[in-house]
């Protein structure tokens, strides 16, 4: 064999030893990542449906990421598991873990998403994040999903998880001051809501809470102003956010400062209860943009109202709990203006139904936050505190109670008889 033949030979497995080198290579650059989801979360399906289909199609097998859903008890394990092996601040839906960056939300994936994986591409690729476990149920998953899966879906675990669970005190402890703040708006929601059933059935028993009456609603008023406040200390460069949680911040100042300086409550309730419901709508507006529109909110100093907003509980029957509060406010200042052509206890009687139903479904809500999700909405607690003040502006007066209870004292126990 002449020279010239043994070289190119030699040239020919050259070029096939390179190419089988790069396609080892190829196979074995690849990022693998874990995404957290809920079905009934919308963000989620925003992520799923609208951004994810085009990153799959860019990366292809390059790209392999394990889905896993945190709706059933296993899938919440997961989670928990690689927030407590990671030191994962946020506990909100969804969640995209390539290597040790951790994305969050609708806005955050599709944005970072494909810089690190092209990154981690044109670095050799991305392991598995650090999660115990997580390498033998992204095997199972994948084993299921090449054999049952349609082309073009991503890998679902659906096998068990590790054995340890999220007790109430690490969902408290996610965020004390926050939760802890629910927790006693919670409570005076609940007394609020007795005050008003023994009020209602003219029990003198609660004239002695009435009687104080504006300290309650400016302290309520204060504590808003407070929420207010610590929106705007951490403000995040949202000149609209800002704008509206300085409103908030004023109506709540000038509601507090009526209160103290107005001894005469229907004069005080003649013009704060317009002033709080306005508020109560600009915080519903709020929360109605940002669910419907699957935006990040700007929570402030405290809170997490992105996990908040986006767990399932932001909605109730598909409609974004932001619009049913606007349906709320609205209906109450309806009632307060257009309602004076009723007799005034009638017009008293729906605004303190109103009120009531409002407060027992922001109870509802705050219960949720610190004792289910374990995150705290500073947005929905001031939307809280707007109903309570509500409530106890319409509530009767002492008088008007003690009056009742003296209709029933003297009331016949028997009808008389008629000849």
């Known amino acids: 064999m002449d020279v010239g033949k043994r070289w190119r030979i030699t040239v020919v497995m050259l070029i096939l030893f390179l190419m089988g080198f790069s396609s080892i290579q190829a196979q074995e650059d690849q990022v693998l990542g874990v995404f957290f989801y809920s079905p009934s979360c919308p963000h989620c399906r925003d992520v799923i449906e609208n951004h994810w289909p085009g990153i799959q199609g860019e990366f292809g097998d390059q790209l392999r990421v394990l889905f896993i859903n945190t709706s059933i008890p296993s899938g919440s394990q997961w989670m928990h598991t690689a927030r407590v092996s990671m030191n994962i601040e946020s506990f909100g839906v ?13 806005i955050d994936i599709p944005l970072r998403a494909p810089i690190i994986i092209r990154e981690g591409l044109e670095n050799g690729g991305i392991p598995l994040p650090n999660i115990p476990g997580i390498e033998s149920l992204y095997a199972q998953a994948m084993e299921e999903y090449i054999t049952t899966s349609p082309e073009g879906e991503s890998p679902t675990a659906s096998t068990s998880a590790p054995s340890e669970t999220e007790s109430l005190g690490e969902r408290l402890g996610r965020d004390p001051v926050a939760n802890g703040l629910a ?10 809501l007795l005050v ?16 104080n009456r504006k300290l309650i609603v400016g302290g309520l008023a204060l504590v808003g102003a407070g929420l207010a406040a610590s929106v705007i200390a951490g403000w995040q ?16 100042g000038v509601s507090a400062y009526g209160i103290w300086k107005q001894s005469d409550h229907q004069k005080m309730a003649s013009w704060i209860f317009p002033v709080a419901a306005l508020a109560g709508i600009v915080i519903a507006a709020y929360l ?22 986006q767990s399932p509980y932001a909605r109730v029957f598909g409609i974004p709990v932001g619009v049913i ?13 257009g309602g004076r052509r009723l007799a005034h206890s009638r017009r008293q009687q ?6 009531v ?58 009808a008389p008889a008629h000849s």
Not at 94 to 106: K, R, T, W, Y
Request: hydrophobic residues 55%.
């Open 357 to 414: 139903i409002g407060v027992a479904f922001s109870s509802y809500l705050t219960f949720l936050e610190p004792f289910v999700i374990g995150a705290s909405c500073v947005w929905c607690l001031m939307s809280a505190v707007v109903m309570l003040m509500l409530l106890w502006i319409v509530l009767p007066t002492r008088e008007r109670v003690a009056n009742s209870q003296q209709r029933k004292k003297s009331a016949p126990l028997h």
């Open 325 to 337: 509060g606007i349906g709320g406010y609205l209906s109450l200042l309806g009632v307060w203006y």
């Open 350 to 355: 729906i605004l303190i139904g109103l009120s």
């Open 288 to 309: 109605s943009y940002i669910e419907i529109t699957l935006t990040e909110a700007v929570c402030g100093a405290v809170g997490d109202c992105n996990t908040v907003q």
């Open 237 to 252: 460069n949202e000149p609209l956010v800002l704008a509206l949680a300085v409103s908030v911040l004023v109506m709540f």
């Open 196 to 211: 008003a059933g023994l009020a209602a059935r003219g029990t003198q028993a609660v004239t002695q809470v009435l009687s």
């Open 94 to 106: 969804p969640m995209l873990i390539i290597g040790d960056n951790v994305m969050v939300g609708a």
């Open 183 to 192: 927790i006693v708006i919670l409570v005076v929601s609940v007394g609020s």
